[in-house]
């Protein structure tokens, strides 16, 4: 079964940091572009950042520029996202997905539809 997993959410307060993971089962993760996705309550799936297949190249949102910052580990099929100085306006759950891609050096954050496999999220909660 091809899924992915992601995990490290949880509650924090505002300026603390936490580390999501995101893992992938049944299938490799080097031959794809992998981002990160949030949503908050009443609000639309965002991109938040994504990594090229080679790692080489990352886009980040404007919002979390300086703050945020992913990374993978191929050998062990995981990407991460750490989140420091987090804001109340992070809360959301946060999603990874993977992207079939021929271009190793290049990940894009939208169309949402260009992502083949979706994790079932993880909540984050940034709160005194």
């Known amino acids: 079964q091809l899924q992915l997993v992601e995990s490290g959410g949880g509650l924090v307060q505002p300026g603390g940091s936490l580390r999501l993971s995101c893992a992938a089962s049944g299938f490799t993760l080097n031959y794809y572009a992998v981002g990160w996705f949030r949503q908050a309550p009443g609000k639309e799936r965002e991109g938040v950042s994504c990594i090229s297949s080679s790692g080489g190249n990352t886009n980040y949102a404007d919002s979390v520029k300086g703050r945020f910052t992913i990374s993978r580990d191929n050998a062990k099929n995981t990407v991460h996202l750490q989140m420091n100085n987090l804001k109340p306006e992070d809360t959301a759950v946060y999603y990874c997905?993977?992207?079939?891609?021929?271009?190793?050096?290049?990940?894009?954050?939208?169309?949402?539809?260009?992502?083949?496999?979706w994790g079932q999220g993880t909540q984050v909660t940034v709160s005194s």
């Open positions: 997905a993977a992207d079939w891609t021929t271009f190793q050096t290049m990940c894009v954050m939208a169309p949402l539809d260009e992502y083949d496999y």
